[in-house]
């Protein structure tokens, strides 16, 4: 480990939901800060896009509101496999808006309120120094220096800081694109999160910013290969078992030219604070926790574990305290999205049983939903 001189401004790696919060919330305490971007641009990421009203609420008290963006109101629940149904009501209003915009409007906020904000630049190493504080590599010779660092790079780890493994690392492989429908499925899918059950596979779609759909299947690294590892392929073998799938594509128009995806993403994670940990070192977001896509809110997390780490921080609590009261908020939710993900996700039998008590028992499915999300009670409020 290298000694150099450290920096008064704390250090945000990543300019999603969590970093941006931060740095906000530790600017409008007066606090210097640097946050480090790696994208150039603004771009779009793999996210469900479901923003629940404490993450509304927090984002407009820094100076943020998800409405003047465009975010559509989404206040039902749709659940649908093969030919049955159900639509419920959800138990709290929400909103869906496109990461591409909420993290560009946060990172222009962040920047007009005084955080120094740095794009194009990809970290790759973080090193604690003999003094305590940290070195963040970005290339040979282009490095920073900081006695707190706030790590809120998503699912990239960095050498020096990666994640403890999660165990199993799932064979799921998440895949998103943009559609324009016609007015008529537009309008079926108005104000509903709609969540369709395929053999391996559940498919989200839901309405943000200029009724464009976010259609984004999550599946099984054995079914993308024996859809021949192509976007088209899989949209046939959708089309072949779904003819409810099959309507929602005819006439469709893709607005990407090609689909996101991600693999191996490490669903379940949650950060097991131990004395290893550097002091300093704050995991934001994905780097403490990653709940699975449509079984919780990863935006809710993202924003919780952001305002909480600032609080904390500004009280003059330490990265420890943070990371086990953190765990402590969200392991609960896990316990609960972890095992409905795998019944989404893997089995026929459960899937019909989910559709058949949805719609005998409606009040589990508003159940199901509050237990899958942070706590309102939990959440952390902008000071």
Same mark, same amino acid.
Request: with cysteine; hydrophobic share 40%; charged share 20%.
């Given at each position: 480990?290298?000694?150099?001189?450290?920096?008064?401004?704390?250090?945000?790696?990543?300019?999603?939901?969590?970093?941006?919060?931060?740095?906000?919330?530790?600017?409008?305490?007066?606090?210097?800060?640097?946050?480090?971007? =790696?994208? /150039?641009?603004?771009?779009?990421?793999?996210?469900?896009?479901?923003?629940? *009203?404490?993450?509304?609420?927090? @984002? &407009? #008290?820094?100076?943020?509101?998800?409405?003047?963006?465009?975010?559509?109101?989404?206040?039902?629940?749709?659940?649908?496999?093969?030919?049955?149904?159900?639509?419920?009501?959800?138990?709290?209003?929400?909103?869906?808006?496109?990461?591409?915009?909420?993290?560009?409007?946060?990172?222009?906020?962040?920047?007009?309120?005084?955080?120094?904000?740095?794009?194009?630049?990809?970290?790759?190493?973080?090193?604690?120094?003999?003094?305590?504080?940290?070195?963040?590599?970005?290339?040979?010779?282009?490095?920073?220096?900081?006695?707190?660092?706030?790590?809120?790079?998503?699912?990239?780890?960095?050498?020096?800081?990666?994640?403890?493994?999660?165990? =199993?690392? /799932?064979?799921?492989?998440?895949?998103?694109?943009?559609?324009?429908?016609? *007015?008529?499925?537009?309008?079926? @899918? &108005? #104000?509903?999160?709609?969540?369709?059950?395929?053999?391996?596979?559940?498919?989200?779609?839901?309405?943000?910013?200029?009724?464009?759909?976010?259609?984004?299947?999550?599946?099984?690294?054995?079914?993308?290969?024996?859809?021949?590892?192509?976007?088209?392929?899989?949209?046939?073998?959708?089309?072949?078992?779904?003819?409810?799938?099959?309507?929602?594509?005819?006439?469709?128009?893709?607005?990407?030219?090609?689909?996101?995806?991600?693999?191996?993403?490490?669903?379940?994670?949650?950060?097991?604070?131990?004395?290893?940990?550097?002091?300093?070192?704050?995991?934001?977001?994905?780097?403490?926790?990653?709940?699975?896509?449509?079984?919780?809110?990863?935006?809710?997390?993202?924003?919780?574990?952001?305002?909480?780490?600032?609080?904390?921080?500004?009280?003059?609590?330490?990265?420890?305290?943070?990371?086990?009261?953190?765990?402590?908020?969200?392991?609960?939710?896990?316990?609960?999205?972890?095992?409905?993900?795998?019944?989404?996700?893997?089995?026929?039998?459960?899937?019909?049983?989910?559709?058949?008590?949805?719609?005998?028992?409606?009040?589990?499915?508003?159940?199901?939903?509050?237990?899958?999300?942070?706590?309102?009670?939990?959440?952390?409020?902008?000071?």
């Amino acid at each position: 480990m290298r000694s150099r001189i450290v920096t008064e401004a704390s250090v945000i790696i990543g300019g999603g939901v969590a970093g941006a919060t931060a740095a906000l919330a530790l600017s409008r305490a007066g606090r210097r800060v640097d946050l480090y971007e =790696r994208s /150039s641009s603004a771009n779009h990421k793999i996210c469900g896009e479901f923003m629940s *009203r404490e993450v509304s609420a927090n @984002l &407009r #008290s820094l100076g943020v509101d998800p409405v003047d963006l465009g975010a559509r109101p989404i206040n039902r629940v749709r659940l649908v496999r093969g030919n049955r149904s159900v639509d419920q009501p959800l138990p709290f209003p929400a909103l869906a808006l496109s990461r591409k915009i909420l993290d560009e409007a946060l990172l222009e906020h962040a920047t007009s309120c005084g955080v120094n904000v740095i794009r194009g630049k990809t970290a790759r190493v973080i090193e604690q120094s003999d003094d305590g504080g940290f070195e963040v590599s970005f290339g040979p010779g282009d490095s920073t220096s900081a006695r707190a660092i706030f790590l809120a790079s998503g699912k990239h780890d960095l050498r020096g800081v990666k994640r403890a493994s999660p165990g =199993r690392q /799932s064979d799921y492989l998440a895949l998103k694109m943009y559609y324009r429908f016609n *007015r008529k499925k537009t309008e079926h @899918l &108005r #104000s509903v999160v709609e969540l369709i059950l395929l053999k391996e596979c559940y498919l989200g779609l839901m309405l943000v910013e200029d009724d464009c759909v976010n259609f984004c299947p999550v599946l099984s690294q054995d079914r993308f290969i024996k859809a021949g590892g192509t976007w088209q392929g899989v949209l046939q073998q959708f089309s072949s078992e779904s003819d409810y799938v099959a309507a929602y594509l005819e006439g469709a128009e893709p607005l990407l030219d090609r689909p996101l995806a991600i693999s191996r993403v490490p669903y379940g994670f949650v950060h097991n604070p131990s004395s290893e940990d550097p002091p300093g070192l704050w995991r934001l977001g994905d780097q403490i926790a990653v709940i699975p896509s449509f079984t919780g809110d990863g935006m809710g997390m993202a924003s919780c574990s952001a305002v909480l780490a600032a609080n904390m921080f500004l009280e003059g609590g330490t990265s420890h305290e943070f990371h086990r009261r953190f765990s402590s908020i969200v392991r609960k939710q896990m316990r609960v999205s972890k095992p409905l993900n795998s019944v989404f996700f893997r089995h026929s039998v459960g899937q019909n049983a989910l559709i058949w008590l949805a719609s005998q028992f409606p009040s589990g499915v508003r159940a199901i939903a509050r237990a899958t999300r942070v706590p309102e009670a939990a959440m952390p409020r902008i000071d």
